[in-house]
């Protein structure tokens, strides 16, 4: 059976997530051309209440672009960030002072009820509420003082892929807008996203490396590391493959331990700090003779077992993430079609979960 990354084609195992993230750069300049001033309105307007500082909240997916938006908020703006742990208002009842605090809180469809109440209780508790969804009539939006919608259209397969990058992009732009800055540094992204995705046929071979892995250790450091989490769990949920995610320093302390050269490891090296923060783990890895695929520059991947290398000359470090993910949610549809399974459809898995 072949599979292809185009959004049309004839009834097949994979068909929707394929033609989602197909539409990931017409996605992208959507949200450049008819999303940026909107977001950029919100982040003046949350940028004169000046917040004193910032709190993510987030599950799954939209928990790893909450993860870049505090890479983003703490390096670019000085502004000290933490992701909530919600069950401490939702199940335990704190009700903690957050007056002149920013709590953001990233959903793809609005409607978890836990996200939901915990929006309601911030707000309560005095904070400034954003929502940033892809469900401008979601509870969660009606909920938050503010909204922000990443405009990423439908999304009907159940592993996220467009309203991930989306989220991204429009965490980007907010912080941008909160700095006052104009977003230039994307520009390029939806350009290089359709370059990258159109090397489907080396992603297909890459996968046919990984189709009997036992399990997958993915690291990163900076703002790599979102990218390293968000590529485990799409492998998890569609593959079934055990993948689990650290940042490069965290595997160094007590994992470095289980890596051998059976199991393969991948690492997301950013150009840029990151991704020298990241040089010496490359090296331990390659010392314990690992299996090593490398997303990233030429020369780190030229260095690895395999790998996949990314446009990155004149790419602003800090939004490599939209396009590091693309070739690692191709290599989870190839790996689940190539095990024989359906990645539209993950066994025991809805598109909204409702936890509370």
Known sequence: MSA???AGGSERPGRIMSGEMAEQPGVLRRILDRGAPRIREVAAEIAAKKPRFVLLTARGTSDNAALYAKYLLEIRLGLPCGLTSMST?????????????????VSQSGGSPDLVASARSAR????????????????LAAASEHHIDILAGPE???????????????????????????????AIL????????????EVKTLASRYRFAERMVITSRGYGYPTAKEAALKLMETSYIPALSYSGADLLHGPLAMVDNI???IAVVTDGRGG????????????????LFVVGPKVQVEAASAGFVLPTAGVAE???????????????????????????????LAKVTETR
């Open 4 to 6: 292809t990354i185009s």
């Open 89 to 105: 208002t939702t199940a335990y009842g704190a009700k903690p002072d957050l007056k002149d605090v920013l709590v953001v809180t």
């Open 124 to 139: 309560d508790a005095g904070a400034i509420t954003l929502a940033v969804t892809n469900n401008p009539d979601s509870p």
């Open 156 to 186: 009907k397969a159940l592993p996220a892929t467009k309203t991930y990058t989306a989220s991204l992009l429009s965490l980007y732009l907010f912080v941008e807008g909160l700095s006052g800055g104009d977003g230039a540094a994307a």
């Open 190 to 201: 939806p350009e290089l996203a359709e370059v990258i995705l159109a090397r489907r046929d």
């Open 263 to 265: 199991s393969p490891v």
């Open 276 to 291: 020298r923060a990241l040089q010496p783990v490359l090296d331990r890895l390659r010392g314990r003779g690992a299996d």
């Open 318 to 348: 800090e939004v490599q993430p939209i396009l590091e993910i693309l070739p690692l949610q191709m290599l989870a549809y190839e790996v689940t079609i190539a095990r024989g399974q359906d990645p539209d459809a993950p066994r025991a």
